[in-house]
């Protein structure tokens, strides 16, 4: 069964400590995998999509990695506005439709 | 609109009403999905729209949830006799693709409460 997980559920951080986050996708046959910041309240905005193991992208604080059975997050230097739960979703050869992890809860103390 | 538009943005229902969500997606884009999000929980799936084509239902839990869509307009979910367990946030979504790798635009989701 298709399936994907993140890690940890919940993250805390000091102002300016970098981390990662993890996405763990076990699916048949991946076409992208991709990024989401979710603010409370508000529905998920997207960041990145990932197509192949190997490829990175980066924005501002944020860089994205893949490999054939994970992605990471990486948040450097984060700040106070970066708080937030990012997701992390696929769409897999078979289902067109995204498969969904429940992301992580990311909280930057000043 | 400048993005997707979703009404109400909280409801609260007692159990057994009917309740209708609203989503405007954005002008021009094909594709819309509803999703559903419980607390702590992933997206969950409930139905796509991709223009004119008949829409796939599969993510529907149960013949109580129905939604339409008229064209690359409006959409309405509705769910019928509702049940404690379906107090959650809906999400709406559209795309310029239908199908395929794409970038879906969210709005800000209705949370729907059943007491």
């Known amino acids: 069964e298709d399936q994907v997980t993140q890690s940890p559920e919940a993250l805390r951080l000091q102002e300016g400590e970098s981390s990662s986050l993890n996405c763990s996708y076990t699916v048949s046959g991946l076409r992208g995998l991709f990024w989401y910041r979710q603010d409370p309240g508000k529905g998920p905005e997207f960041l990145f999509t990932l197509y192949s193991a190997g490829e990175e992208k980066e924005k501002e604080r944020l860089k994205a990695t893949l490999t054939k059975k994970e992605s990471f997050l990486h948040i450097t230097a984060p700040k106070p506005e970066d708080s937030a739960t990012y997701l992390c979703a696929v769409e897999t050869d078979s289902n067109y439709q995204l498969i969904w992890g429940a992301g992580t809860k990311l909280i930057i103390k000043p | 609109g400048a993005g997707v538009s979703q009404s109400p943005s909280n409801k609260v229902t007692e159990k057994g009403k009917d309740v209708e969500l609203r989503c405007d997606p954005i002008?021009?884009?094909?594709?819309l999905y509803w999703y559903r999000q419980r607390l702590g929980q992933g997206l969950e799936f409930l139905i796509y729209?991709?223009?004119?084509?008949?829409p796939d239902k599969s993510g529907l839990p149960s013949d109580r949830f129905s939604a339409e869509r008229t064209g690359e307009s409006v959409s309405t979910l509705t769910i019928q006799r509702t049940q404690q367990e379906d107090s959650a946030v809906y999400l709406c979504?559209?795309?310029?693709w239908g199908t395929g790798v794409a970038e879906a635009f969210f709005g800000q989701g209705t949370r729907l409460t059943v007491v």
């Open positions: 002008s021009g884009h094909t594709a």
């Open positions: 729209f991709q223009g004119n084509s008949a």
């Open positions: 979504a559209s795309s310029l």
